[in-house]
């Protein structure tokens, strides 16, 4: 009997990801470029199957074949395409679970659509843990070849109240940009709540285990979330290398991947405002130079920083202003994935995409129930800000986002995406921007036209006579 599946790449994430296919009944071929990591896989995890050619690892596999590609973006996904095309026949199935850029995806769809090999982008999010017990999964390509692997995915995927989190997104390459604004949702959901901790560590005078316990607190009600949850863990964790606590040893300068860029570069190109995804990525270039910002605080000077007396209250207000932030964070998100459909000519779902990242995935969230339920309602919602549901609350919630806006400047505590969120929120309620001068301005030096309210039609005005 010929194996079900392959899997090519046998770092963290193939690993794992071939042994949840395994759990769940499949004959599972496997195969790494360098030959030793395959022998140690299948030593340490004798289900899996192992194959030291590529060809004997093709001629293994039932048709049509399924591989599912688990190996570094870029280049490396060209080169692996180019080494399995001479072995595979027409309609044979090529996955791409990595981190890839959609724009590559779409290339490659087109390239393999070409030589009839159905070609899949896959996206992945979950980490080791959901890659081994279920991540969420965005697939997208033919959706005939979507029907043939369909039963291995949803076995695989994360499962919430009962659903598999995973559905099919659409055409060519939109699973990995659902997937890449999914990472963009991530990192301005990680600032939020990090400009939540630094309010409520300075300004509420708290102590790291008494900043475990409120966001304990937080994670039993409307913040209910994977990235809450995670922090109240963080908070409380002991140094393993010394005393005190670990978070206070940790270097304040945080890292990434590219995926939280691609999403601000999109949103450029789309013409969409994500300003509290872009904050973050602006946070994070901010955070790595360390040393230049620890020159700059001998230097440049700023108000004294005053703990509050009334801590409860701070309490209550940084969670309202952190989940009305964090609504417009996705509000964001999705608006960048309803103009890229138009765009691109992808037919999205949004009610299956938030059902979708229900589970499995970094920022899973019980509020997306609500999203869902927003676009089922109306698929054709021009912003989730629009619903009736997310209208109330920021209604309700909006002055205690400004409270702590207005608190945290006042006391010289940098809450970029804090204050991203609101002037978005300011920004899209107002019927007037005053774009008006602006354009006035531009045809006053460059002759660029305006449009008027009164009537169609671009006009030029001559400022000089």
Known sequence: MKNHIGVIGLAVMGKNIALNMSDHGYKVAVFNRTTSVTRDVVQEHPQLIGYETLEAFIESLEKP???LLMVKAGAPVDSFIELLLPHLDKQDIIMDGGNSNYVDTIRR?????EKEIRYLGVGISGGEEGARFGPALMPAGKRDAYDEVKDILEAIAAKAYGEPCVSYIGENGSGHFVKM?????EY????????????????GGFNNQELSDIFKEYNKGELDSYLIEITERVLAEPDDLGEGYLIDVIKDSAGQKGTGKWTVISSLDEGVNTSIITSAVYNRFLSSIKEERVRASKVLLGPKVEVVSKKEDLVEKVRRALFASKIMSYAQGFDLLSKSAVSHGWNLNFENIAKGWRGGCII?????????????NNPQLDNLL???FFKDIISNYQSALREVINLSITNGIAVSA???AITYYDGYRNAFNPANLIQAQRDY???HTYERLDREGNYHYEWFE
């Open 188 to 203: 301005g959901d990680m600032e939020l709540i990090a400009e939540s901790y630094h309010i409520l560590k300075e300004l």
């Open 418 to 420: 804090l204050t991203s």
């Open 445 to 447: 030096f460059g002759a």
């Open 109 to 113: 769809f087109n390239y393999l659509e």
């Open 65 to 67: 074949r399924k591989i």
């Open 181 to 185: 604004v999914h990472n963009g949702i």
């Open 364 to 376: 899973r969230a019980r509020f997306l129930d609500d999203i869902a339920r927003a676009y089922k």
């Open 386 to 388: 629009m619903d009736e």
